[in-house]
């Protein structure tokens, strides 16, 4: 709700040249939460896409990492992050919050390398909801395949 208050202000301060592309990734970060609300419908109505939507949604907060100038970060809820940075080496990171950071920023800062946890076991559970059919849907098809050539 913070970034759509501000986010006119923040889009005015920032180099005409810039703006278009600043407009888009607080799109796309706004698109990413509105996704994560209707993933959470769509699972407390039992939806078939409930489970599809939300594990793509969980794929994308496994990554924490910041390289030259790209930095991407996708918090929705909690997070246990043992990470790298190269000015600090390692450590982790644990908390609760909803936190998007997808930038271009100063290609001499820090890089750093993480994996989020939390989403790692939320998939799990999300992978084992789905019908053996969808979770694997190569394993399926070959099994199909393979049985067909059996019966001729």
Avoid: H, K
Wanted: aromatic share 12%.
């Amino acid at each position: 709700m913070v970034v759509l208050l501000g986010a006119p202000r923040l889009i005015n301060s920032t180099a005409t040249q810039l703006q278009l592309t600043f407009q888009l990734l607080l799109l796309g970060m706004v698109a990413i939460f509105l996704l994560t609300g209707w993933a959470g419908v769509l699972l407390y109505t039992r939806s078939a896409w409930g489970s599809r939507l939300a594990a793509g949604l969980q794929l994308l907060q496994i990554p924490v990492f910041s390289a030259g100038a790209l930095r991407w970060v996708f918090f929705a809820g909690a997070y246990v992050v043992p990470y790298w940075q190269r000015s600090a080496g390692w450590s982790v990171a644990i908390g609760l919050t909803a936190d998007v950071e997808w930038a271009w920023r100063n290609p001499e800062g820090s890089a750093l390398r993480g994996i989020n946890l939390v989403p790692l076991v939320i998939l799990y559970f999300l992978l084992r909801r789905l019908p053996s059919s969808e979770a694997m849907p190569l394993t399926t098809t070959a099994a199909v395949a393979a049985a067909g050539d059996a019966s001729e």
